[in-house]
């Protein structure tokens, strides 16, 4: 279940900033094939929220189901891969008419990296990840300004996917491409031999041309979302102390008019410690 002081990912709900939901299923894995794992799950996720105040004309009600499949693996000694796919069932309300209609929406990562047996350790990686929309979506987690008729097609989830530091969009309405390379660039000196230089780059693109993303900014009926370049350092320090810099800019496509197209840019500096 939620927890009590949890946002609702539908803010268009009244005291929207306290989320009620279940969620129960179950996960399996086959362990038979060497090097690979699959594994499938389901699970269901029951909307309680409660409005506050109570808003007598209209329902809020977003119930869904996620079936799962994937598979992680090695393909060669130094090359791993992880694939899953998902499809979501449930039933939704539409945003003006108030009439409750289908969920079938469907999800996809996939994900290869190479570990190169060079010095520094560099590390190649490449990503795609593909969430479903709705064409009358603008908006695409509420349900106002949500699926206006017909089925509802967006892909609406639960979890966590890292899509980039600036825009960080949610994998919904949205295609993502990302390409990467990580090494450490200072191994062999003994103070810095757990510093990791990373470089990201993000290219997005609509699924539904007319639909919203996370992003309403990003209004205009074009794919064209944008594309991100993202830096990382991270340096483990000693034992218990750890260092991460992060850098990130992104600059929009022609999914953003032109009064909202200025490039965006995310900065973060964070000391962790465990005792």
């Given at each position: ?12 709900v ?65 090359v ?20 409750e ?97 990373s ?23 074009d ?18 102390l ?34």
């Amino acid at each position: 279940r939620t927890l009590p002081h949890e946002d609702n990912v539908d803010l268009s709900v009244p005291g929207g900033k306290n989320s009620g939901r279940t969620f129960y299923g179950m996960e399996g894995k086959y362990l038979g094939i060497p090097n690979h794992g699959v594994y499938s799950y389901v699970l269901f996720q029951r909307d309680d929220s409660d409005e506050d105040p109570e808003d007598l004309t209209r329902d809020y009600d977003y119930n869904s189901e996620y079936f799962g499949l994937g598979a992680e693996g090695k393909l060669l000694a130094n090359v791993r891969y992880a694939t899953e796919l998902i499809l979501e069932t449930g039933d939704s309300v539409t945003s003006l008419t108030q009439q409750e209609q289908d969920v079938t929406a469907w999800a996809l990562d996939a994900s290869v990296t190479y570990d190169v047996q060079l010095p520094t350790q560099p590390t190649i990686y490449g990503e795609y990840a593909f969430g479903s929309g709705d064409s009358d979506r603008s908006n695409v987690t509420n349900t106002v300004n949500g699926n206006l008729a017909g089925k509802d097609t967006n892909f609406l989830y639960f979890g966590y996917l890292p899509t980039g530091y600036a825009l960080a969009p949610r994998l919904s309405n949205l295609r993502m491409l990302k390409l990467g390379m990580a090494l450490k660039p200072l191994e062999w000196v003994r103070w810095f031999r757990d510093l990791t230089c990373s470089v990201d780059f993000y290219r997005y693109m609509k699924e539904e041309p007319a639909g919203g993303i996370f992003d309403a900014e990003a209004s205009e009926t074009d794919r064209d979302v944008g594309y991100e370049v993202d830096l990382t350092l991270s340096w483990q320090v000693l034992s218990d102390l750890g260092l991460t810099i992060e850098y990130g800019r992104f600059q929009p496509g022609d999914a953003y008019p032109r009064a909202t197209n200025d490039a965006s840019q995310y900065f973060s500096v964070s000391v962790t410690t465990t005792f």
